[in-house]
C-alpha cells in the first residue's frame, strides 16, 4: 500500500521559513515524479513544485526565487524548502507522487502552513 506522509507544517511570521517532508512508503518514488501543491481556504488545489526523477525542477512562478523542492532517493523523501514567506503562501501543502508506469498519482493528507503578517 502506497502511502505519502506530510509533516512540517506549521505557524510562521511573515518573513520565515519552514520545511516541508514527505516520507513515501510502499513505491520506490526515487523512480517517478514528485511534487508539491497548496489549496488555500475556498481555493482549488494548485501545483507549487514539482521534481523529477532525474532531479529536474519546476515552480510556480509565485514561489520562484523563495522556495525550493529536493530530494532524498535513500530516504524516499521529497522536501521543499520555504523561505521569504508570505501570508499568501497559508495553505494547506499537499505531497503528491505520479507512478507514470500505471498512471497513478497518489496524495498526502496534507499540512497545514499559516503564515501571519
Do not use: H
Request: hydrophobic content about 30%.
Amino acid at each position: 500500500q502506497v502511502q505519502l506522509v506530510e509533516s512540517g507544517g506549521g505557524l510562521v511570521q511573515a518573513g520565515g521559513s519552514l520545511r516541508l517532508s514527505c516520507a513515501a512508503s510502499g513505491r520506490t518514488f526515487s523512480f517517478y515524479p514528485m511534487g508539491w501543491y497548496r489549496q488555500a481556504p475556498g481555493k482549488q488545489r494548485v501545483f507549487v513544485a514539482r521534481i523529477s526523477s532525474g532531479g529536474r525542477t519546476q515552480y510556480t512562478d509565485s514561489v520562484k526565487g523563495r522556495f525550493t523542492i529536493s530530494k532524498d532517493n535513500a530516504q524516499n523523501t521529497v522536501y521543499l524548502q520555504m523561505n521569504s514567506l508570505k501570508p499568501e503562501d497559508t495553505a494547506v501543502y499537499y505531497c503528491n507522487g505520479e507512478d507514470t508506469d500505471y498512471g497513478l498519482i497518489y496524495w498526502g493528507q496534507g499540512t497545514q502552513v499559516t503564515v501571519s503578517s
